[in-house]
């Protein structure tokens, strides 16, 4: 029982690590890309803009606060 | 061979080599001071559990889940994972934290296996393979190595290779990776610190990016301009994108050079 258990918060901590890490921004920048872009499927040429867009700023701010934790 | 399918393969063989470049310092520091055999069959055992779990799960991933549920997922996968690359990707190419350095990781290894009994180092055969005798801490270190860098291979291996139908050419690619990594880390022994990582790693994380936000997309029911060829277009966006942050950050306050080797952090 207690292998299951250590088994099962390694693997949640695995996924932490990889969804979230040392920037939790980039994981809610995901999430907001992904709600957009189920909001303007079928508006092509807004989606066409925003999306990218949308990566470009949440990396620039992933970035500029990484700066400041390094 | 459509567009998708070369820039898929390039991203997989290239995240592929990023990760097995580190692995391969690892298994090289192993190999020379607890014995070569050890370290390869560590090496060995740990690219077969890597190699079962892409079949265990990828095979079924692709076959049972609806593509365009798969696309939203494996796409926000991608992103995430791309996004985290090419933000520390520009981090240190201006400066702003420590590169990776192979030279550090492989001395620190070298030191703290050299810890061990002096036994096992003679056991070992200080790194020869003819006399080399069988060694727990050098193949579990081998092992740890190759399975823990081929864990974030085998993701993206599973989510571009079941995303886009082509889980054989993603694992090939990431395969031959691992050779083309193993010959080359055989021919320039310990130099690994010459290979450019961070280039690479910024390289893949702009591929990266781009599947994730093209598949999450598509999933959603977005019909991109052009099809597959709009990947190529969010590349050039994203590198730019990239280039564009990573000279802008040296011009940023006062470019504070990491003095430190980067040796625990991917």
Do not use: C
């Not at chain 1, 999430?31 to 957009?36: A, D, K, M, N, R």
């Not at chain 2, 990760?19 to 077969?48: H, K, P």
């Amino acid at each position: 029982m207690t292998s299951v258990i250590r088994a099962l918060g390694a693997f949640a901590k695995f996924w932490k690590g990889f969804l979230i890490g040392d920037a939790p921004e980039l994981f809610i920048g995901t999430l907001v890309f992904v709600g957009s872009a189920l909001a303007l499927g079928h508006h092509r040429d807004a989606a066409v803009v925003v999306l990218p867009l949308i990566v470009i700023v949440f990396l620039a701010a992933s970035v500029l606060r990484g700066r400041g934790r390094s | 061979m459509t567009t998708s399918t070369v820039v898929l393969a390039l991203a997989v063989f290239g995240a592929s080599a990023v990760e097995m470049v580190e692995a391969l310092t690892i298994v090289t520091a192993a190999g020379v001071t607890r014995g070569w055999r050890s370290a390869l069959e560590g090496s060995a055992a740990a690219a077969l559990v890597l190699a079962a779990l892409v079949i265990a799960v990828g095979v079924p991933l692709a076959r049972l889940v609806p593509i365009n549920v798969l696309r939203v997922v494996i796409g926000a996968l991608l992103l995430v994972l791309g996004l985290d690359w090419l933000r520390k990707a520009v981090l240190r190419a201006s400066g702003h934290k420590a590169l990776h350095d192979e030279d550090a990781i492989y001395a620190k290894t070298v030191a703290d296996l050299s810890d061990g009994s002096a036994e096992a180092r003679e056991g070992a055969g200080a790194g020869s393979w003819r006399h080399a005798r069988r060694d727990a801490t050098g193949f579990t270190v081998a092992f740890k190595g190759v399975f823990l860098e081929g864990m974030e291979v085998v993701l993206i291996v599973i989510t571009l290779g079941a995303g886009s139908g082509h889980l054989a050419l993603a694992a090939a690619a990431a395969a031959a990776a691992a050779v083309v990594v193993s010959i080359a880390g055989y021919l320039v022994a310990r130099q690994l610190s010459e290979v450019p990582e961070n280039a690479m790693k910024l390289g893949v994380g702009v591929m990266l990016t781009s599947f994730g936000v093209f598949w999450v997309g598509e999933g959603s029911g977005l019909r991109w301009p052009g099809s597959d060829l709009m990947i190529l277009v969010l590349v050039a966006v994203f590198a730019a994108t990239a280039a564009v942050l990573s000279l802008a950050m040296r011009r940023i306050g006062p470019a504070r050079r990491a003095a430190a080797a980067d040796v625990g952090n991917p």
